[in-house]
């Protein structure tokens, strides 16, 4: 089993930054990949940015050039780096992580950006 617990979160005006963090624990050897998804109210979860062990990235076209995944793989940590943000970005920001083929789930923290 693998315990996800993020930070970062909160209330930023349009334009400002946030930063999200996520550390694994729990049988968090051989993680291979890590992430982020958001879910907005009334829609579905979406991917933002994952990263593999190996420091691949993909990134959703709404985020590019905003966000940056970056990883620790000795603390088993992925952060999102989220910066000129907009009003649509306000979700439930879900840290993901996948371990032999088993994916698990952080319980979300919220950012919400403002007009």
């Known amino acids: 089993q693998v315990q996800l617990v993020e930070s970062g979160g909160g209330l930023v005006q349009a334009g400002g930054s946030l930063r999200l963090s996520c550390a694994a624990s729990?049988?968090?050897?051989?993680?291979?990949?890590m992430g982020w998804f958001r879910q907005a109210p009334g829609k579905k979860r979406e991917l933002v940015a994952t990263?593999?062990?190996?420091?691949?990235?993909t990134y959703a076209d709404s985020v590019k050039g905003r966000f940056t995944i970056s990883r620790d793989n000795a603390e088993n940590t992925v952060y999102l780096q989220m910066n000129s943000l907009k009003p649509e970005d306000t979700a439930v920001y879900y840290c993901?992580?996948?371990?032999?083929?088993?994916?698990?789930w952080g319980q979300g923290t919220q950012v919400t950006v403002s007009s």
């Open positions: 990263i593999t062990s190996g420091r691949s990235t």
């Open positions: 729990g049988s968090a050897f051989s993680i291979n990949s």
């Open positions: 993901w992580a996948a371990q032999s083929g088993i994916p698990y």
